[in-house]
């Protein structure tokens, strides 16, 4: 089994990434040959400051080390330093029919009512994540709902170009949900996803938050006027209470129904210090050891060059095979 799996080096981690993806990646470790990467070529799908982006991928990666991700056990990189991205993704672009990518919804999202002036880059967008979990061979790819429409685009990009090559060249990833992922929201909005992206810094807990900013941000989590029931059916239409429930969950490793038979009953007065409690515990010990790894830039980038070598000598023979199979000259 070998996954794969990148993030967007858009700035720090916040609680919504750890508990939805980077909590699992940790998990993942243990059962999987793990490639994650920094995707910092599709950064640049979209205007951006390239001090900023060096400096986001940075901060990331000491995030993830923080976090849990073990470079001895997985390989980390960031995608610049492994040009082998890059160069399949051209060979599958050149294979990829328009129509299929027409279909892709996040670049409608993405670009709204500014197609014409969107890059090249962003419409192509798919065929890049294609190349990235194509070109390691992956077996499995850790997926959200929001993510399932681009794997199987990949899972027809490879198809395709096998069939047209007459050359068994990639393997067909399948989807990898893990069981204790949560979707975490907003705590501003309990139907909204939390983002980096929502200009209210109160809608989301960074993880690099202080314990008193993540004690004021989930005191200041909006709720209703409810307690807290005893079965789960009955936080039905009420996304708010859904959510902090959801987190002190997925914190707790435990299921939401739990969280309920130990604070059914209980309004939020109470139970938001309980959860802030909790929160500070499990994210002060993951701030304390980002903060400490951030002092060191020179270290990060020894720790993204080992990964990159690791990672291009896994990409290398799949690209080679990707030019013979379509009649590429190299010598």
């Given at each position: 089994m070998r996954t794969v799996s990148g993030i967007q080096p858009t700035g720090n981690l916040?609680?919504?990434?750890?508990?939805?993806?980077?909590?699992?990646?940790?998990?993942?470790?243990?059962?999987?040959?793990?490639?994650?990467?920094?995707?910092?070529?599709?950064?640049?799908t979209?205007?951006?400051?390239?001090?900023e982006l060096s400096s986001n991928c940075r901060d990331m990666t000491a995030a993830l080390i923080a976090a849990g991700v073990d470079t001895q056990k997985s390989i980390l990189f960031n995608q610049a330093r492994v040009p082998q991205h890059a160069e399949l993704a051209w060979l599958l672009i050149c294979n990829t029919p328009m129509g299929w990518l027409d279909r892709m919804t996040q670049f409608k999202e993405k670009s709204g009512k500014h197609k014409q002036r969107s890059s090249l880059g962003l419409y192509g967008y798919p065929v890049l994540q294609a190349a990235d979990v194509l070109i390691y061979q992956a077996t499995h790819v850790p997926v959200g709902e929001d993510q399932k429409q681009h794997l199987e685009l990949a899972r027809d990009i490879a198809t395709k170009f096998n069939n047209d090559t007459g050359?068994?060249?990639?393997?067909?990833?399948?989807?990898?949900?893990?069981?204790?992922?949560?979707?975490?929201?907003?705590?501003?909005?309990?139907?909204?996803?939390?983002?980096k992206s929502d200009p209210s810094d109160l809608s989301r807990?960074?993880?690099?938050d202080d314990?008193?900013?993540?004690?004021k941000k989930i005191k200041k989590a909006r709720t209703d006027a409810e307690p807290l029931p005893g079965k789960l059916k009955d936080l039905d239409g009420r996304p708010e209470a859904?959510?902090?429930?959801?987190?002190?969950?997925?914190?707790?490793d435990s299921s939401p129904q739990t969280v309920l038979d130990q604070h059914a009953g209980q309004g939020f007065g109470a139970f938001k210090p309980t959860l802030a409690d909790l929160a500070v515990s499990k994210l002060a010990p993951i701030r304390e050891r980002y903060e400490e790894l951030r002092k060191d830039e020179s270290a990060i980038d020894a720790i993204l060059r080992d990964g990159a070598e690791r990672a291009q000598a896994l990409a290398q023979p799949t690209v080679d095979k990707a030019y013979t199979a379509l009649g590429l000259l190299r010598d």
């Open positions: 916040h609680l919504g990434n750890y508990l939805g993806a980077i909590k699992n990646w940790v998990k993942l470790q243990q059962e999987s040959e793990c490639l994650f990467f920094l995707a910092d070529l599709h950064a640049i979209v205007p951006n400051d390239p001090a050359a068994e060249i990639f393997t067909l990833p399948e989807p990898f949900i893990g069981a204790t992922a949560a979707r975490i929201m907003s705590l501003r909005d309990g139907a909204a996803k939390m983002s807990i960074n993880m690099t314990d008193d900013t993540i004690a859904t959510n902090l429930v959801g987190i002190y969950a997925a914190l707790e």
